[in-house]
C-alpha cells in the first residue's frame, strides 16, 4: 500500500489549495478513505471522509469550506480548501478508513507521509 500527499505550501489566510493523495497497491475504489490533520503540538484531527460511491463527510470546523472527492480510474484522493484560516496549519495525511460502527476517523489503516500546509499572511 502507498499513499502519497502533494499540494500543501504556504497560502494567505482566505486562499485556496488543493490537494492530492496518489493511491496504489490496494483496490481503491472499494475504499474509503480520509483526510487527517495534525497542528503543531496538537493531536490527530479527522477533517473529511468519503465512502467508494463519493458519499461524504466532514468535520465541522471545515465544513462548506472543503471539499473531499475522489478519482477511481485514477486513483487520487483530492481536498478542495478554500477560505483557509490559520488555524488550518496543519501537516495534512491522506489515509485508508475502516469506518467503524459507520463512523469515519476513528480508526484508520495505511497512511501516507502528509503534505504540510501553512496559513499566514
Known amino acids: 500500500v502507498q499513499l502519497v500527499e502533494s499540494g500543501g505550501g504556504l497560502v494567505q489566510p482566505g486562499g485556496s489549495l488543493r490537494l492530492s493523495c496518489a493511491a496504489s497497491g490496494f483496490t481503491f475504489s472499494r475504499s474509503a478513505m480520509s483526510w487527517a490533520r495534525q497542528a503543531p503540538g496538537k493531536g490527530l484531527e479527522w477533517v473529511s471522509g468519503i465512502y467508494s460511491d463519493g458519499s461524504t463527510y466532514y468535520a465541522d470546523s471545515v465544513a462548506g469550506r472543503f471539499t473531499v472527492s475522489r478519482d477511481n480510474v485514477n486513483p487520487t484522493l483530492y481536498l478542495q480548501m478554500n477560505s483557509l484560516k490559520p488555524e488550518d496549519t496543519a501537516l495534512y495525511y491522506c489515509?485508508?478508513?475502516?469506518?467503524?460502527?459507520?463512523?469515519?476517523?476513528?480508526?484508520?489503516?495505511?497512511w501516507g507521509q502528509g503534505t504540510q500546509v501553512t496559513v499566514s499572511s
Open positions: 489515509a485508508i478508513d475502516r469506518v467503524v460502527a459507520g463512523t469515519f476517523g476513528t480508526d484508520f489503516g495505511s
